[in-house]
């Protein structure tokens, strides 16, 4: 299926970080054709699910002490975010300290009955989560893991991530 995944993360603390805004948000982007959604947090993927169809991806940021990784870090987001009806769950995909490995990640997501998504930040991390299982890999943390945040996309690893699921 082609189309559009929409994002319906607000920032923390905005006045659209409301269950309800962000469930509105998401169902106006699946009646303008949106394939899929993209929510974070327990509370909001609560809200969102009841009222859509399309599959949603669901996600837990966290910041942690002893780690850079926010996205889905533990294994008990995973269980929250399959109880919680995510029909995909993003976790971080690099290759960064963490609390449980990727491939421990990618393994309970799957014993859920659930598709792994892995958002990467460079092809190498791409590749070792899709040899890991993941059915899913984004750009989603291309320039966020280094000093200085890209004011572009990494489209040169979106054609080397498209070259790559062609082969």
């Given at each position: 299926m082609a189309g559009l995944i929409v994002s319906c993360q607000p920032v923390p603390g905005s006045p659209l970080d409301n269950p309800a805004i962000v469930a509105a948000m998401a169902l106006a982007a699946e009646q303008a054709g949106a394939v899929a959604l993209r929510i974070e947090g327990l509370a909001n993927l609560q809200a969102v699910r009841p009222l859509v169809t399309v599959?949603?991806?669901?996600?837990?940021?966290?910041?942690?002490?002893?780690?850079?990784?926010?996205?889905?870090?533990?294994?008990?987001?995973?269980d929250a975010l399959a109880q919680g009806g995510a029909d995909i769950i993003a976790i971080d995909g690099t290759q960064r300290q963490r609390p449980a490995s990727v491939?421990?990640?990618?393994?309970?997501?799957?014993?859920?009955?659930?598709?792994?998504?892995?958002?990467?930040?460079?092809?190498?991390?791409?590749?070792?989560?899709?040899?890991?299982?993941?059915?899913?890999?984004?750009?989603?943390?291309?320039?966020?893991?280094?000093?200085?945040?890209?004011?572009?996309?990494?489209l040169a690893l979106v054609q080397c991530l498209s070259a790559a699921a062609a082969e």
């Open positions: 599959p949603v991806i669901g996600l837990i940021k966290r910041d942690l002490p002893d780690s850079p990784v926010r996205i889905t870090p533990w294994l008990e987001d995973i491939s421990a990640l990618l393994a309970e997501i799957h014993r859920l009955g659930k598709v792994a998504m892995a958002d990467c930040s460079s092809l190498d991390d791409a590749l070792e989560c899709w040899q890991l299982g993941a059915e899913i890999v984004g750009t989603t943390l291309s320039g966020y893991t280094a000093e200085e945040t890209p004011d572009e996309p990494d």
